[in-house]
Nanobody, 125 residues
Framework: VQLQASGGGLVQAGDSLRLSCAASGRAFSTYRMGWFRQAPGKERDIVAAIRWSDGVTNYADSVKGRFTISREYAKNTLWLQMNSLRPEDTADYYC???????????????????WGQGTQVTVSS
């Protein structure tokens, strides 16, 4: 499985961005995909996750109501719509995939087996 994230950039506080993650590989299948982010000097933390089969989602408290995770099932593409961006959202954003059918692990970095490269998001005040 290969994951390719894109869509990052430099924006001002209050602006919006949409990240995408294209998944490829023979017979791609996944149970769950997620977005994580890592700010300089900090741990890589969960932003949001989606169950691939039925679209059930979960979010970190810090982004609830502002970010929306979605997927385009037929095209194996993951999205993260980010609205009302804040300077504290500045980070490298990573998409990840996991084949293990355990939704309770949605927030744990160690539960994800496949990772894309990061895409940088910078929010200026």
């Amino acid at each position: 499985v290969q994951l390719q994230a894109s869509g990052g950039g430099l924006v001002q506080a209050g602006d919006s961005l949409r990240l995408s993650c294209a998944a490829s590989g023979r017979a791609f299948s996944t149970y769950r995909m997620g977005w994580f982010r890592q700010a300089p000097g900090k741990e890589r933390d969960i932003v949001a996750a989606i169950r691939w089969s039925d679209g059930v989602t979960n979010y970190a408290d810090s982004v609830k109501g502002r970010f929306t995770i979605s997927r385009e099932y037929a095209k194996n593409t993951l999205w993260l719509q980010m609205n009302s961006l804040r300077p504290e959202d500045t980070a490298d954003y990573y998409c990840a995939a996991d084949r293990s059918p355990n939704w309770r692990n949605w927030a744990f970095r160690s539960a994800y087996d496949y990772w894309g490269q990061g895409t940088q998001v910078t929010v200026s005040s």
